[in-house]
Nanobody, 131 residues
Framework: QVQVAESGGDLVHTGGSLRLSCTVS????????MGWFRQAPGNEREALAC??????????YYAESVAGRFKFARGNVKNTLGLQMTDLKADDTGMYYCAAEGACSYINGYYSGRHADFRYWGQGTQVTVSS
């Protein structure tokens, strides 16, 4: 049974930073793909970042809206992956979801994933950016 759990959501001010964490348990392979999405009220789930491991190599993709501000951070515990977010804006407000077992799709080097790309999802963690 694969389980995905996010943590770290909080209320931050515009321009601030926040680090989210995602822990995945139950995976049977060390080669897997994880992704981060967010969803604001009334909006569709938006793809933010995706990472694929193959052996010791990782391929990383970011959506254009967060490239340069968001970055994957390896967790201290195996199968834990962080998302370091900087220069946060009000538009970054939303429920942030981590997903596992899927594929990273991209266009012109930017992540362009979809909800249907992933099999397992966490319950989400709320990020609110206020001025």
């Amino acid at each position: 049974q694969v389980q995905v759990a996010e943590s770290g959501g909080d209320l931050v001010h515009t321009g601030g930073s926040l680090r989210l964490s995602c822990t995945v348990s139950g995976l049977t392979s060390d080669d897997y793909t994880m992704g981060w999405f967010r969803q604001a009220p009334g909006n569709e789930r938006e793809a933010l970042a995706c990472i694929t491991w193959s052996g010791n190599r990782a391929s990383v993709y970011y959506a254009e809206s967060v490239a340069g501000r968001f970055k994957f951070a390896r967790g201290n515990v195996k199968n834990t992956l962080g998302l370091q977010m900087t220069d946060l804006k009000a538009d970054d407000t939303g429920m942030y979801y981590c997903a596992a077992e899927g594929a990273c799709s991209y266009i012109n080097g930017y992540y362009s994933g979809r909800h249907a790309d992933f099999r397992y999802w966490g319950q989400g963690t709320q990020v609110t950016v206020s001025s």
